[in-house]
């Protein structure tokens, strides 16, 4: 049994259907857990072929989907809506937990440096793409539409939204109270 402290976290983001894993959702964890599942991969990015690409990274998933998260740390919360994930916000919450010393300086810089490369590309839909390139040795080029595919979400986002208010559709908290 570990001495190690652990710690209440919840990383989670909407990508695909439901594909990112809910593993560390409302999760007690210790700093090797916590950086195992950032650096473990997702298992999500698939070649022309059908063949799975290794190397796709929770921690990218979190840096750059086209829909909403959440991070949490303790009472530190990160969420974002449609089109409004960023590196920043998870370079954010890895740091809060290295100054709490969570994560060893090997950790973290390890996380960085994988943030660093998830900028790199910044469109999760280019995941596959980017490491076919990174297995082939030849350079990546950011895509025009890493540029854009934030502001076309929040466009949809923007126009679901009004649709829904047209029809006169209602959301209401569950945990709301008359």
């Known amino acids: 049994m570990s001495n190690e402290k652990k710690v209440l976290v919840s990383i989670y983001?909407?990508?695909f259907n439901n594909s990112f894993s809910d593993e560390m959702l409302n999760r007690n964890a210790t700093g090797k857990e916590i950086f195992d599942f950032l650096m473990k991969d997702a298992g999500l990015s698939i070649d022309e072929?059908?063949?799975l690409i290794p190397g796709d990274c929770n921690l990218w998933y979190l840096g750059?989907?086209?829909?909403?998260g959440v991070l949490r740390y303790k009472d530190?919360?990160?969420?974002?809506?449609?089109g409004e994930s960023?590196?920043?916000i998870v370079e954010a919450f890895i740091t809060l937990i290295y100054i709490d010393r969570v994560f060893s300086q090997e950790q973290y810089q390890a996380l960085m440096e994988k943030s660093k490369e998830g900028i790199l590309f910044?469109?999760?839909y280019d995941i596959p793409k980017y490491l076919k390139v990174k297995m082939e040795g030849k350079p990546w080029a950011k895509a025009k539409e890493a540029r854009e595919f934030r502001l076309?979400?929040?466009?949809?986002?923007?126009?679901v939204n009004d649709h829904l208010q047209r029809e006169d559709i209602?959301?209401?908290?569950p945990g709301l109270r008359w």
């Open 76 to 82: 530190h919360t990160f969420f974002w809506d449609f």
């Open 122 to 124: 910044d469109n999760m």
């Open 170 to 173: 209602l959301f209401v908290d």
């Open 64 to 68: 750059c989907t086209d829909k909403f």
């Open 13 to 15: 983001c909407k990508i």
């Open 86 to 88: 960023s590196f920043a």
């Open 49 to 51: 072929n059908g063949e």
């Open 152 to 159: 076309k979400a929040k466009r949809f986002a923007v126009r």
